[in-house]
């Protein structure tokens, strides 16, 4: 949801924020701009409908120099993507340029007061709004810029990330957040600011995540001031980040998906290393054995999540309330947030988020909190919102995620999830000791099972040729799979922009079997499980109607490879961990279909992969 960048220091700031605005892209890809303040103190915008390579373009000939500057990509909220529209915003005497991430809500009451008073807008955001409110701050008041920015930001209403420079002042940048992520990156006689540690680390890895409503005062050759909306000062820490630069980089595969499919069985690996004893009879998540008496005495779980991790959620749901005979809730953050839920204080809220960013999410879980529930967090970006808004909680420790369609995310977090109930189970004594010791060296011969399934990644790229010219697919499966189903579904609809809707097997029959006819291929997850026999009917309720079948199976099920049409093979594993393997070959379906279809597989169109704003 828009990224920001900025940099004051002594070298040229425009390489710097271009490289950036590339690695930041994943947050919105519709505009890019980029203000600079140059050697004569002028202060220079531009920007341009695209991408960041359209930027780089439109940039070619102007006049780049300059140590001090702001730069910003854009998904578009308020006015649609146009020149105009791109950030950065001048106000309306050029003497300010600012970039913004987040939705100012208040902004048409704002806008018409300062029509009234004669100000001329040029472009339809909300964001214009509020650098015309701080430049008519500044003019009709005696005071300092970060003042009447102090002075602007209380009177929005909304959610904002801000970077502001001036003309003639090539050494200040401010910054403050509100509900949108922000970090400060402190270099040598250098400050960064950006909407996450991604276009710093190559240069520091000192960091402070800026609390939420501060604001940054940078100067260069000076310390950092950081004060709250009262302009009272704030103390900060500093962080150590370590993140691999080969971690931000495509290393060889065409597309950043590709590769983050194929890191799954090191990522899984990762996410269970040190979490499992030697022995391989514990399960060692700190934020549950540090608040075991939550989780033993919980009455009930809530689960919310948006998109991806909310299917990751309903697999959660399943272990959850097999193996610790909790009642198990999962909801939408963006519902949750909004019908006035029941929460008890013996509940525990569970917040699973990739980017730890969510709007939606972040504010489920305060509503939670304020309602006394103890909240747990399972997310990705370390040092985001999230985690910092939790109890306690687990890393899913993949390694940052840029594809924008999820996957390594997604079986990062179904690990967590496994070791999770598997945790809390044990704490109360309600799975049996065989089925625990099973589960857990199970979880450990995923990482091979699934680099079985990779290696018939040429074959399925040649199969999903047959399907590229689809115009719908139905998606499939029940119990465990049914969560699977859904995202597999959803991986096709982001990349691929075909309408796919995913299922519960049962439930075809009571509407989505009127779509079926020769044109529909049904994919099914079918392999050898408790629901075998069940799922093999609704596959015949589809084949009676001339519906395509492509069948997930288990490695050497004679039996279904005569029932399908097409089928994929993959290792037998325990049914629970299922969603582990079954959801690899459709993440390789829905990317090699996109492919084939010229897609921008790691931009789709529309999307962003943190999504900051409700
Ligand atoms: C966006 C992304 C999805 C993601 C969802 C939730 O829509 O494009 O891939 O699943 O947000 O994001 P989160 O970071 O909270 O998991």
Known sequence: MCGIVGYVGNRQAYPILIKGLHRLEYRGYDSAGI??????????????????????????????????GIAHTRWATHGEPSNANAHPHYSESENLA?????IIENYAVLKQELTH?????????????LVQLIEHI????????????????????????????????????????????????????????????????????????????????????????????????????????????????????????????????????????????????????????????????????????????WHAGLIGEHLLEDFCRIPVEVEYASEFRYRNPVIYPDDVVIAISQSGETADTLAAIELAKSKGAFIYGICNAVGSSIPRATHSGSYIHVGPEIGVASTKAFTGQVTVLTLLALSIAYEKNSISRN???????????IPRKIEAILQQNHAISEFSKIFTYARNFIYLGR???????????????????????????????????ALIDTEMPV?????????????????????????????IITEGDEQMKQV??????????????????????LQLLAYHIAVNKGRDVDQPRNLAKSVTVE
């Open 138 to 309: 500044l003019k009709s008041n005696e005071v300092s810029l970060d003042k009447a920015v102090l002075w602007a930001l209380n009177q929005i209403v909304g959610s904002y990330a801000i970077a502001l420079i001036e003309k003639g002042n090539p050494d200040q940048i401010i910054a403050a957040r509100k509900s949108s992520p922000l970090v400060v990156g402190i270099g040598e006689d250098e400050f960064f600011i950006s909407s996450d540690a991604s276009p710093i680390i190559e240069y520091t890895n000192q960091f402070i995540y800026l609390e939420d409503e501060t604001m940054a005062i940078i100067y260069r050759g000076e310390p950092l001031k950081i004060t709250n909306l009262k302009n009272i000062e704030v103390p900060h820490t500093i962080q150590k980040l370590e993140m691999n630069l080969s971690e931000l980089e495509k290393g060889g595969y065409p597309h950043f998906m590709i590769k983050e499919i194929f890191q799954q069985p090191q990522t899984i690996l990762d996410g269970t290393r040190g979490r499992i004893n030697v022995d391989g009879d514990r399960v060692v998540l700190s934020g549950v054995i540090d608040h075991k008496e939550k989780f033993v005495n919980a009455h009930r779980i809530i689960i919310v999540a948006c998109g991806t991790s």
């Open 435 to 445: 089925l625990f010791l099973e589960v857990i060296e199970e979880l450990q011969n």
């Open 523 to 551: 994919v099914v997850i079918a392999t050898r499980n408790t629901l075998y026999e069940k799922v093999i009917s609704n596959i015949q309720e589809v084949k009676a109607r001339q519906g395509k079948i492509i069948a």
């Open 117 to 129: 008073q004669g100000c001329v807008f040029r472009s339809n955001t909300d964001t214009e709004v």
């Open 98 to 102: 600012l970039i913004h991430n987040g």
């Open 35 to 68: 203000a600079l303040v140059n050697d004569e103190l002028e202060l220079n915008v531009y920007k341009t409908k695209g991408k960041v390579v359209d930027l780089e373009e439109a940039c070619r000939t102007k006049d780049l120099r300059g140590t001090l």
């Open 564 to 585: 399908a049409d097409y089928f994929i093979e993959i290792p037998h594993t325990l049914e629970c961990l299922e969603p582990l393997l079954t959801s690899i070959p």
């Open 479 to 513: 119990g465990y799979n049914y969560p699977a189903a859904l995202e597999g579904a959803l991986k096709l609809k982001e990349i691929s922009y075909v309408h796919a809707e995913g299922y519960p097997a049962a439930e075809m029959k009571h509407g989505p079997i």
